[in-house]
């Protein structure tokens, strides 16, 4: 199973043409791709009425990971090591890469300068397919 962040699928759907797109990519390659309960909320605050069935249409095809104890504990380690070498990101980032983590998911995201900034997290290798 792989994970994706919030960037991935924003980028497949300002993209008119779906087939360039990472996400797109990912689908064909992945039997199971999840996301953490975050990215849903993210997507769901930033969507309009006009996208909501766009939005709603490929959420249903995802696995959705959720956010509890064991990611919260995680998020705040996460986000205590980031703060000690002075490399902060935002909290929704911190709380997917610990969904990551705490699940042993490699992740993929367009976000590249904030979550390689997270020890221990496996980020899919994205060369040449930016």
Known sequence: MLLIDTSVLIDYFRKPDKEKTLFYELAGKYSSIAISAITKYEIMVGNTPKQEDFWQQLLST?????????????????KKELKQENKLIGFADIAIAATARVHDLEIATLNIGHFNRIKNLQLLSLKNKI
């Open 62 to 78: 995802l696995q959705v990971i959720a956010f509890a104890d064991q990611e919260a504990e995680e998020a705040a380690m996460i």
